[in-house]
């Protein structure tokens, strides 16, 4: 994986290759190296391993999604603040099916470091709720099942809401 300044530093030596390219009149190499810069510039914002874990997990490959994002080595250094927003919250995901104290603590490090989209906001508020319910954690659960409801903008998520809302009634 590339560090996030190279990805950088390679498409701002690729555009001054271009621009020389159109200058010196050869416009297909000028083309060729303003569309390599700007994959850079996409990679930059969007790391290839999350694009990967993700669909592993639309397959519903939890092994398959542990791996992809195992390949980053130092999430901090390599991704932006978005991007490792996204790591905590697929690691959360696969931990939760195992180990729920380690899921807590990476769905708080999701929300920490945030998450572009509102519903994939809402999905890991109401998945802390989830654990924190069944660690009989009632006030927080309920925090953060309404923040969840405030998150959820298109009604996505209203049904799961409802469940955990009746799961807090039953403790």
């Given at each position: 994986m590339v560090p996030k300044i190279f990805k950088i530093f390679i498409s701002i030596i690729l555009i001054?290759?271009?621009?020389?390219q159109f200058y010196?009149?050869?416009f297909g190499n000028g083309i060729f190296?303003?569309?390599l810069s700007l994959f850079f510039i996409l990679i930059y914002f969007k790391n290839e391993y999350i694009f990967f874990?993700?669909?592993k997990l639309r397959k519903q490959d939890f092994s398959g999604t542990k791996k992809w994002l195992d390949r980053i080595k130092n999430p901090e250094k390599v991704l932006?603040?978005?991007?490792?927003g996204y790591y905590h919250y697929l690691y959360g995901i696969i931990e939760s099916q195992?180990?729920?104290t380690v899921a807590e603590k990476s769905f708080r490090k999701a929300l920490s470091f945030?998450?572009?989209?509102?519903t994939d906001l809402a999905m890991?508020?109401?998945s802390l709720a989830g654990i924190l319910i069944q660690k009989r954690r009632k006030r927080e659960a309920t925090i953060l099942i309404g923040e969840a409801k405030k998150s959820d903008r298109h009604n996505m998520l209203g049904e799961q809401i409802r469940l955990l809302k009746n799961q807090i009634k039953k403790i």
């Open positions: 001054v290759l271009s621009f020389y010196e009149s050869f190296y303003l569309s874990a993700f669909l932006v603040k978005k991007q490792i195992k180990n729920l945030g998450l572009s989209m509102s890991a508020k109401l």
